[in-house]
């Protein structure tokens, strides 16, 4: 049972005299115990020892990386510590490897593997959403799913510019992805990955069928220029920390290149919006009516169907539209259309928790 292999484990570490080692040796210790319990599942819960050693690793292409291979070095060290003298190598890499491709993290230190989550496919526009909640995982349906279609999530975050987020699928997942929004140079109308032309002034700068260029004028920009400008602004928008703060680096965005519906915008618009009910007044509200028209076509094109977000994005747009009309403010939403709105949150919200 759990609790017996527990208990060899607790005594197992007992032996070790962890007091006495050095601090340094301590952390190699702790990190290596998640590995270590893996590999004694072998005896003891051999059939999720097989369940976890089927899934995918990448470890032949993540072997070529020197960081993955100290790594992999590390845990050997770390192991010694344990104990364990003999550890095949290709064994453990392996092992890394479906940690690095499979695992979801709780917390920085806690990473949790679900055999059968893991083999639904990414893609950037999803027919499915996914929750983790202690040591579950709980997938629902976005949209209507047709009897054989495959079920999608979305593993990366979903406001990242195009180049971001072809490095992060290729560096954490080891594939390229071909959905509808990134086969797309507009990704699907919205243009969020693209800057305003600084030889128009009008047109935008985006990925074209065979080049980076304007889509009014027709200037061709270099694509390491695009890259450079695109990791920019996100380090801009990643330097505002603060709530109070949003707008005025939305507009230093904008005045940098950026347009109403470019990522690093609306995602400083929706943490705008979602820390809105932290303090209400006049501007506040204002703001978040303001944002929430243009995040909304956003996610119509880029998160469609139900979320979450858009769930709780529309709970602090009813809020800021509450709060206006209770000051006087005739605003957007009448009694009824607040009631519609709540009910469309609920089912937002739905599929998850009780409501």
């Known amino acids: 049972s759990d609790s017996q292999h527990r208990l060899q484990e607790c005594i197992s570490l007992r032996s070790l005299n962890i007091r006495s080692l050095e601090l340094q040796d301590k952390n190699k210790l702790f990190k290596s115990l998640g590995f270590w319990r893996m590999l004694r599942l072998q005896e003891s819960d051999p059939s999720k020892w097989n369940s976890l050693i089927n899934l995918m690793s990448h470890s032949n292409k993540r072997s070529k990386s020197e960081l993955f291979q100290e790594s992999v070095k590390y845990l050997l060290e770390s192991f010694q510590l344990l104990g364990v003298e003999r550890v095949d190598e290709t064994l453990l890499s392996n092992l890394k490897g479906i940690v690095e491709t499979n695992s979801h993290s709780v917390n920085q230190s806690v990473h949790l593997i679900f055999s059968h989550f893991s083999l639904i496919s990414h893609s950037c526009i999803p027919n499915s959403e996914h929750m983790l909640s202690g040591e579950q995982a709980m997938v629902r349906a976005k949209v209507m799913i047709r009897k054989g279609e495959e079920i999608t999530i979305r593993y990366s975050d979903l406001h990242l510019h195009r180049e971001i987020l072809k490095e992060e699928i290729q560096t954490s997942w080891q594939f390229s992805c071909h959905c509808p929004r990134c086969e797309d140079g507009s990704e699907l109308g919205t243009e969020a990955s693209s800057f305003k032309c600084e030889e128009c002034e009008t047109g935008l700068v985006g990925v074209n069928v065979d080049n980076i260029s304007c889509k009014n004028c027709g200037n061709v920009v270099n694509f390491k220029q695009f890259v450079a400008q695109t990791y920019r602004l996100r380090?801009?928008?990643?330097?505002?920390?603060?709530?109070?703060?949003?707008?005025?680096?939305?507009?230093?965005?904008?005045?940098?290149?950026?347009?109403?519906?470019?990522?690093?915008?609306?995602?400083?618009?929706?943490?705008?919006?979602?820390?809105?009910?932290?303090?209400?007044?006049?501007?506040?509200?204002?703001?978040?009516?303001?944002?929430?028209?243009?995040?909304?076509?956003?996610?119509?094109?880029?998160?469609?169907?139900?979320?979450?977000?858009?769930?709780?994005?529309?709970?602090?747009?009813?809020?800021?539209?509450?709060?206006?009309?209770?000051?006087?403010?005739?605003?957007?939403?009448?009694?009824?259309?607040?009631?519609?709105?709540?009910?469309?949150?609920?089912?937002?919200?739905?599929?998850?928790?009780?409501?």
């Open 235 to 355: 380090r801009l928008e990643l330097s505002c920390k603060k709530r109070e703060e949003i707008p005025s680096v939305i507009e230093k965005l904008e005045k940098e290149g950026c347009h109403a519906m470019n990522h690093s915008v609306i995602q400083l618009k929706i943490r705008f919006i979602e820390g809105s009910l932290d303090k209400m007044d006049r501007t506040t509200c204002h703001l978040v009516r303001e944002y929430s028209r243009v995040v909304d076509r956003y996610m119509e094109a880029l998160n469609p169907g139900v979320s979450r977000l858009r769930g709780r994005l529309l709970v602090c747009l009813r809020k800021a539209e509450t709060w206006l009309m209770k000051e006087g403010d005739k605003g957007d939403m009448d009694r009824v259309g607040g009631l519609k709105q709540k009910m469309m949150e609920q089912k937002m919200m739905n599929g998850y928790f009780k409501s």
